[in-house]
């Protein structure tokens, strides 16, 4: 035999080889593909991360402040506080949830209710996940932001009326009046509602019907979503804002 015959023929035994390798083995180790550049498991199985060894940027990364989040089976709700000088926008809560053997279970991410988050001003969040998760399930939270030149001058008047605790739900009315000198669009008004302990329970948010309100006009809105045990919720806190104007927070509102 030649030696290039050899070769080839060295060479189909190595292929054939490592081809039995990977179809007797497929059940039993994880198949790393360098030829097309991808990682392939079986369904019944788990990848995780090779652990590597923290290390601490030189400054921490800014982001807005969490002041409260809860897991409450399949929902993440919380609320965020703009902590720098400046407003923000845009604001993006990304929720990382993981097992009790730290295994990543599921993921979600939302925007907070408010557009413009002024210095010192709060939102809520509420993240949905795919499915319900048990209570020892841990998950971590990553806010996103932009900062914003939007000033959206003081222009609305905000008024709170009754609210209706019924067996398995709660309703809360109210009033957005335009003091702007121009007509407000898209009004929203967002709401946090909270325990006794002022743990949030839930966030939501509503559009004024209509949600353009003229200058020195008024619309009303309402909240209403199904809560187990209503009497939970003790106090409230609520901001309204529209594409041009934001909430009057002076001594008489």
Do not use: W
Request: charged share 20%; hydrophobic share 35%; net charge negative.
């Amino acid at each position: 035999m030649s030696r290039f015959a050899s070769k080839q023929f060295f060479a189909l035994i190595v292929l054939s080889a490592v081809a039995a390798v990977i179809c007797g083995s497929s059940t039993t180790f994880h198949y790393f593909s360098n030829l097309h550049a991808q990682v392939e498991i079986t369904t019944d199985k788990v990848l995780e991360f090779p652990i590597f060894n923290e290390t601490q940027t030189e400054a921490p990364l800014l982001t807005p402040k969490i002041l409260y989040s809860s897991l409450s089976n399949d929902t993440i709700v919380g609320e965020v506080l703009n902590n720098f000088s400046y407003p923000i926008e845009l604001v993006r809560i990304t929720a990382i949830v993981y097992d009790k053997n730290g295994i990543i279970t599921a993921t979600g991410d939302k925007y907070v209710n408010d557009y413009l988050l002024k210095p010192g001003s709060r939102s809520g969040f509420s993240i949905f996940l795919d499915e319900p998760l048990p209570g020892s399930s841990k998950y971590v939270l990553v806010a996103s932001f932009e900062k914003s030149d939007d000033t959206k001058p003081e222009a609305l008047l905000l008024s709170i009326g009754k609210n209706y605790k019924q067996s398995n739900s709660f309703r809360v009315l109210g009033e957005v009046i335009n003091r702007g000198q121009n007509p407000a669009n898209s009004v929203k008004v967002s709401g946090i509602f909270y325990d006794n302990e002022h743990k949030v329970i839930d966030t939501d948010y509503v559009y004024t019907n209509p949600d353009i309100i003229n200058s020195n006009k008024k619309a009303p809105f309402e909240f209403s979503f199904y809560v187990n045990n209503p009497e939970r919720i003790k106090s409230m806190a609520f901001n309204v804002q529209s594409d041009e104007y934001s909430l009057i927070t002076n001594s008489t509102q």
